[in-house]
Every structure is written in C-alpha cells, then in structure tokens.
C-alpha cells in the first residue's frame, strides 16, 4: 500500500512519513502541492494525506485536482492534516473531496487508526461498484429484451410506437418525411392449420430474418406487429423509396420457396402496405401506421402478394 504524503513543513513531512513506514505503508512525499499533483499522476497511491496550509496551493484545491484526474470508477481516499478546527473548515475540505479530517499536532495512534480503516472503506467501495455495474449491466439487458418479440428476436410493437414517436418528432425538425410499411404473411390461418403452430412459429421466425435482410439502413426498425403482421418505419424516406423497399421485402419472401398447399400462389407469400408523409406537428404518427394499413387491406383485397401504396393523411383513411 503507498500514501502520498503532501506536506510544506520539511519536520513534519518527515515525522509523518516516519509514523506510516511503522505501519508498513509506503509513504511518497510531496512538499508542495503541486508536486503531490504530479507524483499521484506518477504513483496512483492508495491513499492521500494532505496539507490544507500550503504556500502555492492550498489543500483544498489539491483534493479537486485530484477528484478531477481521477476515473468516475475510482477513488482514493483522501485525509485532510491541519491546525484550522472551526466547523466551517472542516466541511470545507469534505466538499472539496475529502473522505477525513485529523487536527494538527497528529497522534501516531489516530493516524495510524485511521489508515488501517481506509481499506476497508475502499473494499467496501468497490464491492459496491461491482454490484452497481452488475445492476446496470442486467438493466440493460432488461431493457433490451423488454423491446424485443419472444418469437422472432425483432423488436416488438412497443418499441415500435416508442421509436415511432421519437423519428416522428426529429422528422418533424428536419422537415423530413417518415414511411411507414404494414405486412401480413398470406394466407396464413390456413398454414397454421395444416403445418401446425410449431411450423407456423418457423415460418414467422424465417420470415422476420428475411425482411430485415433486405433492410440495409442502419436507422429503419422492423417490428412484429401482431400475430402473422409486421412493421417497418423508414425515417427520411419517399414513398418510392418505401414501395420499392418493399417491392424488395415481397420477392425475397416469395424466393423463400415456403411450400403452402393451401396458397394459391403455392408458396409462402406477403402482401405490403406502403404509406409516407412529412411529419407535422398537427398530425399523429398513430395516423401513417392507419394509412399504411388501409394499403394493406387494399393489396389484399386484390389478390395478395403484392404492394400498394398511399401519401394520405386523411381522417377518412384511417
């Protein structure tokens, strides 16, 4: 263990240094303040007692300095030596990141007391710094699996409407449009019943890998949306460039070459809607979901497997 040992009187310097070598505690002097700055640079004591009278710096400073360099995980404990005892003082140098406070003329047996104590304050620390990152750390995880579909891995439909709204509003800053793209897997219901749940959960878990393959923007989020529905949100995108997405989304899906007898396609297939608008403060993001699913129920109503698209907005639409 070392202590930086910042202290201007040369007598007392010594004195100290001779009490904590007793203790079998490597002491590193400093006689100013600025040196002790460059030697705990240099050092990284475990501990520090520090001078609060000093001819260039006083200890107070010293003490922020040292908080200032040190990385939010860590700390080291510092203790305060001086001959001021008004109260004022003393919470002085415990704001200015001091952990103790010992009145000059230091006893041996205080100090060295208090040394042996500052250890376990540190494992203590510590302990709790693991356990804190540990907290976090499952947090995290907590959060990242909370936006997450238990099926197919994508984000599910909270996480949708939360990242919605957020690309709604930075949209509506920017002046950028927003798209929006609904997909239902055909004939599904009829999949299920022939196949059974287990091929059918297969088939959406396929299906959710294939449309975020052909996603290749870091910023657009596909989501399941509800049983055999899945969303897209393309923030700063046209309609043609959501149509063509798409257009893209539906042929991989045909190419998946999913056998379904009870398709008339004979195959696995999905039907698309397509909606985009620029995002404006009198208007709910909620609304381009509706315009986008109002597509959807379009292309499936003539004949599936296909895309369709709409820019409304309007009430009437939704």
């Known amino acids: 263990m070392k202590t930086l040992v910042i202290e201007d009187s040369k007598s007392s310097l010594n004195l100290l240094c001779k009490y904590i070598q007793k203790i079998g505690i490597t002491p590193i002097p400093a006689e100013t303040g600025a040196k002790g700055i460059e030697l705990f640079v240099q050092e990284r004591p475990d501990l520090v007692l520090l001078d609060i009278l000093m001819p260039d710096i006083d200890g107070f400073e010293v003490a922020r300095q040292i908080r200032q360099l040190e990385a939010p995980s860590d700390w080291t404990p510092i203790i305060f030596l001086s001959s001021l005892?008004?109260?004022?003082?003393?919470?002085?140098?415990?704001?200015?990141?001091?952990?103790?406070?010992?009145?000059?003329?230091?006893?041996?047996?205080?100090?060295?007391?208090?040394?042996?104590?500052?250890?376990?304050?540190?494992?203590?620390?510590?302990?709790?710094?693991?356990r804190t990152r540990k907290l976090d750390a499952a947090n995290q995880e907590l959060r990242r699996l909370s936006s997450l579909d238990g099926l197919t891995g994508i984000a599910n439909r909270r996480h949708f409407d939360e990242v919605l709204m957020r690309e709604w509003r930075r949209a509506m800053r920017n002046g950028e449009e927003v798209a929006v793209l609904m997909c239902d897997i055909d004939y599904f219901k009829p999949f299920n019943d022939s196949y059974g749940h287990q091929s059918g959960d297969e088939c959406l878990r396929q299906i959710a890998h294939t449309l975020s393959r052909a996603m290749d923007r870091g910023g657009d989020l596909l989501a399941r949306?509800?049983?055999?529905?899945?969303?897209?949100?393309?923030?700063?995108?046209?309609?043609?460039?959501?149509?063509?997405?798409?257009?893209?989304?539906?042929?991989?899906?045909?190419?998946?070459?999913?056998?379904?007898?009870?398709?008339?396609?004979?195959?696995?297939?999905?039907?698309?809607?397509?909606?985009?608008?620029?995002?404006m403060p009198e208007t709910d993001p909620q609304n381009l979901v509706g315009a986008a699913d109002l597509a959807l129920y379009k292309a499936k109503h003539a004949g599936r497997n296909r895309v369709f698209q709409t820019a409304s907005l309007d009430p009437q639409d939704n």
């Open 85 to 130: 005892s008004k109260d004022r003082d003393i919470e002085m140098g415990i704001a200015a990141g001091g952990d103790d406070y010992l009145l000059k003329p230091i006893s041996e047996i205080v100090l060295a007391a208090k040394m042996r104590a500052m250890p376990r304050s540190i494992q203590m620390r510590q302990a709790l710094l693991v």
């Open 225 to 279: 949306y509800g049983g055999e529905e899945f969303v897209a949100l393309l923030p700063g995108t046209t309609l043609g460039g959501a149509t063509f997405v798409a257009e893209q989304m539906r042929r991989t899906v045909e190419e998946l070459g999913l056998p379904h007898p009870g398709s008339p396609y004979g195959r696995i297939t999905a039907s698309f809607g397509v909606a985009s608008a620029v995002a």
